[in-house]
């Protein structure tokens, strides 16, 4: 598995994957790379092979307080960017790109302990203030890892030539239709819908991550 230690080396190595993801014959070299980038993104709990975790180098040593905090209004928390990017996942990898049953809907609705579903895109102040306070600490980090854990499943189940292949539209609807994106934020319907299985794959299990994780960084300071 390519070695990734920090995040130059990832840059660096995402900008090499979308080189050669379109190829099919470069199939086993973009399945390893894409393996390695997504590992560093996710707690090294996930996968023996990672060598690095940013989601590690963040959240091990934050105090509960921090990850709770709301700056100021119109900036979202510590909570929020893990909850959501945590959700785009589940969302994007399994019903988009594989067809499959969300893990939220396999007994984790319960255990984060909130009223939510969607992915957080256009959530007002008070839905924010609840999901900041509410959401499980311990628990939101191990349905990431359990997320993370059948993303790299899905991704070693793809063939050559999968990456290719366009997003089903009857998945789009899907995702309408149980209310995982607000009416307020469809346009990230028609953004998916527009998208290669490279494209879930190169956004949602790998930089949106690392955008994510960038913004709670931050905030730790």
Do not use: C
Not at 20 to 44: I, N, Q, R, W, Y
Not at 98 to 107: I, N, P, S, V
Not at 154 to 182: C, F, M, N, T, W
């Amino acid at each position: 598995m390519t070695r990734i230690t920090d995040r130059s080396i990832w840059n660096e190595t995402i900008k090499e994957l979308r080189a050669v993801m379109p190829k099919p014959a470069a199939h086993e070299k973009a399945t390893d790379m894409l393996l390695s980038l997504h590992g560093a993104m996710h707690s090294a709990k996930m996968d023996a092979a990672i060598s690095w975790s940013y989601e590690d180098e963040v959240l091990d040593d934050m105090p509960e307080m921090a990850f709770r905090r709301i700056p100021k209004p119109g900036v979202n928390s510590v909570a929020w960017h893990i909850y959501h990017s945590t959700r785009i996942e589940d969302i994007a990898m399994n019903t988009l790109a594989a067809g499959r049953t969300q893990l939220y809907d396999e007994g984790w609705s319960g255990r984060l302990n909130i009223p939510f579903r969607d992915t957080g895109n256009g959530m007002n102040d008070d839905k924010l203030r609840r999901l900041s306070s509410e959401l499980d600490f311990a628990a939101i980090r191990d349905y990431r890892t359990a997320v993370g854990r059948r993303t790299r499943e899905i991704i070693a189940s793809l063939q050559p030539g999968d990456y290719k292949r366009k997003v089903d539209h009857a998945r789009i609807k899907q995702v309408e239709d149980q209310e995982d994106v607000v009416p307020e934020a469809h346009w990230l319907l028609d953004y998916w819908g527009n998208l290669t299985v490279s494209g879930l794959f190169l956004m949602p299990a790998t930089r949106h991550l690392i955008v994510h994780l960038n913004k709670a960084q931050k905030l730790k300071k």
